[in-house]
């Protein structure tokens, strides 16, 4: 079974409205951590958020939040008033095990593209 | 705060060389991470190092080795380079601390992509 899910190859949004995208997740662990990663064409992987298995609030960050369902396992994420800087690769990512071992294991990404 | 830098940008190899590619972690971490990501396809993990040894490994064969030093720089070799080997190279480090708590967010520097020929 995929560890993380992206089920959103490409997603569209018109310029300064909100989108999603969304992530599902698999673990047997207790202990995890949720990351979602900006990569642009120039490749370099931006962090965006990240969102602790224990932690009750959902994580925000400017205009990033992540809604996060732990009884589902999903962690979307949220970008209120998008802009054209925001068309990118999106990547869902999860960091299993216990500190000081920190495998990541990502998502295939969704491609954002935000139009004027 | 210095971030995650790597070198060489970019490297062209033949079948059968070995290439080094390096990374300088983030100033306070401790922990580096490599990753390959082909061509429209997310990062597959290829190793960690914490304080100099390996610390995890994905499935990747031994021709990919790796090194970090002291300082926790790092190099990621690979012996006897396929077709398939050509990919984006990033390197994360992680492992310290953030406005005083410890963070475990990986920090990618820019990637080498490297082609084999």
């Known amino acids: 079974a995929q560890k993380i899910t992206q089920t959103q190859p490409g997603m569209f949004v018109q310029e300064k409205e909100a989108v999603t995208l969304d992530c599902t997740y698999d673990t047997s662990d207790q202990s995890y951590g949720l990351f979602w990663y900006k990569q642009p064409s120039s490749g370099e992987m931006i962090f965006l958020i990240y969102?602790?298995?224990?932690?009750?609030q959902n994580a925000t960050e400017g205009r990033y939040s992540l809604n996060f369902q732990k009884a589902r396992k999903s962690a979307n994420l949220v970008i209120s008033a998008s802009q054209l800087g925001d068309s990118a690769m999106y990547f869902c990512a999860m960091r299993e095990g216990q500190r000081g071992y920190q495998k990541v294991t990502f998502g295939t990404g969704t491609k954002l593209q935000v139009i004027p | 705060e210095t971030g995650v830098t790597q070198s060489p940008t970019h490297l062209i190899k033949t079948r059968g060389q070995q290439v080094t590619l390096r990374c300088s972690s983030q100033?306070?971490?401790?922990?580096v991470s490599w990753y390959q990501q082909a061509l429209g396809q997310g990062p597959q993990f290829i190793f960690q190092y914490y304080r100099e040894e390996e610390n995890g490994r994905g499935n990747f064969p031994p021709r990919f080795s790796g090194l970090q030093f002291p300082n926790y720089s790092s190099e990621l070799n690979v012996n006897a380079l396929e077709l398939d080997d050509s990919a984006l190279y990033l390197c994360a480090s992680s492992g310290g601390l953030a406005g005083g708590t410890w963070t475990d967010t990986q920090y990618f520097g820019p990637g080498t992509r490297l082609t084999v020929l």
């Open positions: 969102q602790g298995s224990y932690d009750e």
């Open positions: 100033s306070g971490h401790n922990t």
